[in-house]
């Protein structure tokens, strides 16, 4: 690689991480102050970094465009995007487009709740493998070695007392969410959300995308989340179509959950 070229993208990752002026911009990079002038200089006339009037750099609009270009030529977000926003206006709660890049699950389209509360995510963040319903929906899309193999080289950070602490639990509760074809997410990534995901086929019959609903469990009990699949499932159903496959996905709806007693008042 071209060395102005991987100084330039390095300036770039830098800036978008916050590091925004000449100086800790040079030193980050130990690169001489002119050179770094020079590089963002160029960087700018090209729309990939900005200087406010502070002489402090940020990441210019033409970045922004690029991802989103990147991401619409994504063939399941485009045709996903229509159905992902009535499944929200439906449902009046965030609502998740995920896929693998690589090895890592990605959002890559959100639509946001009506709720003052919200889930916290982002378009273009990584999903935690073994605490999201969208990540074990795609980790059921993989054959027995592949699974095994990512399963145990995923780092198990304990976000709540609920969140699967290993592989073999893991590996389990992703069989389980491919037969019935869904997942949850109860209490495993933040103690306050539950989250129910389903898979979208490919025309091949694979999995192609996961999309998945969030609800803080003050909006909705667990139980009220788990109501919420049939809505789900069409919704996925839907896109599966869209994309050209034609076959039976398995959906399996829970068992009614007990309900609680009622307390009398006084």
């Known amino acids: ?46 729309g990939y970094v900005t200087r406010d009037v502070s002489y402090r750099y940020h990441v210019g609009s033409a970045v922004f465009g690029l991802a989103q270009t990147a991401l619409d030529t994504r063939d399941v977000r485009r045709v996903a995007a229509p159905t992902l926003r009535a499944l929200g206006a439906t449902t009046g709660q965030t609502v998740h487009l995920a896929a693998f ?5 990605i959002y890559i389209d959100k639509v946001e709740s009506r709720q003052p509360l919200r889930m916290y995510s982002r ?37 709540t007392g609920c969140t699967i602490a290993g592989p073999d639990e893991l590996i389990a509760e992703v069989r389980r969410s491919a037969a019935r074809g869904w997942a949850q997410d109860h209490e495993e990534h933040e103690t306050f959300m539950n989250c129910v995901g389903a898979p979208v086929f490919g025309a ?6 996961a999309v998945s609903v969030s609800v803080p469990n003050v909006v909705l009990s667990y139980a009220g989340v788990l109501d919420l699949l049939p809505a789900l499932r069409e919704a996925t159903a ?3 179509a869209e994309l050209g ?9 829970p068992p009614a959950l007990p309900t609680l007693p009622t307390i009398p008042t006084v």
């Open 1 to 46: 690689m071209s060395q102005s070229l991987a100084r330039g993208l390095e300036l770039l990752d830098l800036v978008s991480r916050g590091v925004d002026s000449l100086d800790t911009l040079a030193a980050a990079t130990g690169v001489h102050k002119t050179t770094v002038l020079r590089l963002l200089q160029t960087l700018e006339s090209h």
């Open 101 to 105: 890049d690589g090895e890592t699950v």
């Open 123 to 159: 378009i273009g963040l990584p999903a935690a493998l073994h605490a999201t319903a969208v990540a074990k929906i795609l980790l059921g899309g993989l054959d027995d070695a592949d699974l095994d193999r990512v399963a145990a080289a995923v780092d198990y950070e304990r976000f």
């Open 204 to 209: 091949d019959g694979r999995v192609a995308a």
């Open 238 to 240: 839907a896109i599966s």
């Open 245 to 253: 496959f034609v076959g039976e996905a398995p959906f399996v709806l």
